[in-house]
Nanobody, 124 residues
């Protein structure tokens, strides 16, 4: 079992920045990849970014490429998501997710562990 806890959400004005953190605990030796998703009411969970835990290129959705960056600290079992130049349409609940076996990094169904989510609200 991998336990994920997000933090760092909040209210920010358009153009502002936030840094989300995801702390992984439990069976972290099983981590294969981790990702960030977001969801608004009535819509499907949207892939934003993903990272392979043992290395390789990060993946980003076109909607956030160039504005959001992802980093991780394997020694601390932490993943970070820097959100820059935020827009009102970025308002959503942001989720950290972990994959413990091979899968498609952009697909929510490939992830088998999820955090509780953190709210990001961007005002215009």
């Amino acid at each position: 079992q991998v336990i994920l806890v997000e933090s760092g959400g909040g209210l920010v004005q358009a153009g502002g920045s936030l840094r989300l953190s995801c702390a992984a605990s439990g069976s972290t030796f099983r981590l294969f990849a981790m990702g960030w998703f977001r969801q608004v009411p009535g819509k499907e969970r949207e892939f934003l970014a993903g990272t392979w835990w043992t290395g390789g290129d990060n993946s980003f959705a076109d909607s956030v490429k160039g504005r959001f960056t992802l980093s991780r600290d394997n020694a601390k079992n932490m993943m970070y998501f820097q959100l820059n130049n935020l827009k009102p349409e970025d308002t959503a609940v942001y989720y950290c997710a972990a994959m413990t076996s091979a899968g498609i990094i952009t697909r929510a169904s490939a992830y088998d562990h999820w955090g509780q989510g953190t709210q990001v609200t961007v005002s215009s």
